[in-house]
Structures are given as structure tokens and as C-alpha cells.
């Protein structure tokens, strides 16, 4: 059984600070996505990252995959408060786009 | 505009009532999945669906059922059986079975139990 584990579960940064998530799963795939979710709304799509060494930025949010270690991060630079929300990674265990996903890391960027 | 719709956002059950949740899109998706949230916790998958007429059972599927009688609609009925089905259900739907499309997610209904 595919195990997701996320790290820290809660995050409280200063805005300005960098920070890393990391995703860390059990077994193989090379197919591997970052969601964010704000308070009471639906999940927001951020990256996908379909191959070892998959690097995708967008803004201050940076997603990488190392299919190898079975881990994946994502990379905060120069935290600002709209950042705030709960991230997921959720990890493609192959047929039928089954996704399981990590149990989310809240993240709060303090001014 | 092109994107899923849940009904309703709010819902209530009674004791041994079944409810029906509504997911519809009109991104001419092939795949459709449904996901239960509790508070402070990731996704896990209910059932889902990559064709109309055929669909297959998560991880978290007893007390639960599903039907998919049209690409468009894949409605979830919360039955009886399920004795703690107080939770935030969100639909997705995605492309087909590539096996790399992103899920796209609906704004999810809110179930509480009377």
C-alpha cells in the first residue's frame, strides 16, 4: 500500500522567509502532484511532475521530483501572506490516475 | 465556462436516510473520482470512474455507491450503512487514463448528520 507522508504538517513562517515541503511516498512512480487548498474551498491545481528531475516554478512556489529518493519538494522563496493555505502532494499509483495524497501541510506566513 | 458543479454545498442527514450528492462537468472529461476530506486530513478516494457505465471502487467505498449513466454526471449516494459520513466531499474529473492528467476539482459539499 502506497504510503504519502508530508512534512511539517504545520508551518508558521515570517513573510520574507524561504521554507521547504518535502513529500516523501513509499513506492515507485514517477507521476507526482502539488495541490493547494485555501480554508473551506476546493483544491487548486499547482504542479505536476511527470518525470525524475521534474523542476516547475511559478511565482515564489518552486515543485521538484526525485523519483530515486521517492521525494518530492516545494520550495517557498520569500514567503508572502496569500501564500497562506494547506498544500497537498498526492502521488499517481498508475491505472485508472488514482492519486493518494498526503495529509496536507498548513502553512500561515505571519507579516 | 467550462468546470464541475457540486449540489448542494451544504447537506443534512437524518439518521438512516440516504442522501445523494450531484457532481456534474462539462469539460467533456472521461474520468470522474470522488474524495472524502475530514478536518485536518489529506484525500482519500471514494469511488471512480474512467468511462460511462463502468466504474470501481477506492479505497473508503463501503457505505457508499455511485452510478455513472452519463459522461457528464457522477452522482454519489451516501447510504445508511455509512455510520460516520459527516465529511467535505469533493468530485474531480480528469481527461482519461493517460496516467498523467492533472484532477480538476469541484468546490466539494459539506455533509453533516442531524
Known amino acids: 500500500e502506497l504510503k504519502v507522508e508530508q512534512n511539517p504538517l504545520f508551518l508558521s513562517m515570517q513573510e520574507g522567509k524561504n521554507y521547504t515541503i518535502y513529500c516523501n511516498y513509499s513506492?515507485?512512480?514517477?507521476?507526482l502532484y502539488w495541490y493547494r487548498q485555501d480554508p473551506g474551498k476546493s483544491l487548486e491545481s499547482l504542479f505536476v511532475?511527470?518525470?525524475?528531475?521534474a523542476v516547475k516554478q511559478e511565482g515564489r512556489l518552486m515543485a521538484s521530483l526525485d523519483t530515486k529518493a521517492r521525494l518530492s519538494t516545494l520550495h517557498i522563496t520569500a514567503a508572502v501572506h496569500d501564500l497562506s493555505a494547506t498544500y497537498f502532494c498526492?502521488?499517481?499509483?498508475?491505472?485508472?490516475?488514482?492519486?493518494?495524497f498526503g495529509a496536507g501541510t498548513i502553512l500561515r506566513v505571519k507579516s | 465556462d467550462g468546470g464541475i458543479t457540486q449540489s448542494p454545498k451544504y447537506l443534512f442527514r437524518k439518521e438512516g436516510q440516504n442522501v445523494t450528492l450531484s457532481c456534474e462537468q462539462n469539460?467533456?472529461?472521461?474520468?470522474m473520482y470522488w474524495y472524502r476530506q475530514d478536518p485536518g486530513q489529506g484525500l482519500r478516494l471514494i469511488y471512480y470512474?474512467?468511462?460511462?457505465?463502468?466504474?470501481q471502487k477506492g479505497d473508503i467505498a463501503e457505505g457508499y455507491s455511485v452510478s455513472r449513466e452519463k459522461k457528464e454526471s457522477f452522482p454519489l449516494t451516501v447510504t445508511s450503512a455509512q455510520k460516520n459520513p459527516t465529511a467535505f466531499y469533493l468530485c474531480?474529473?480528469?481527461?482519461?487514463?493517460?496516467?498523467?492528467?492533472?484532477?480538476?476539482f469541484g468546490p466539494g459539499t459539506r455533509l453533516l448528520v442531524l
Open positions: 469539460l467533456n472529461h472521461d474520468a
Open positions: 513506492t515507485t512512480s514517477d507521476r
Open positions: 511532475l511527470l518525470s525524475n528531475g
Open positions: 498526492a502521488v499517481d499509483i498508475g491505472y485508472g490516475n488514482k492519486l493518494v
Open positions: 474531480a474529473s480528469s481527461i482519461g487514463n493517460r496516467g498523467w492528467e492533472t484532477q480538476y
Open positions: 470512474s474512467q468511462i460511462v457505465n463502468d466504474f
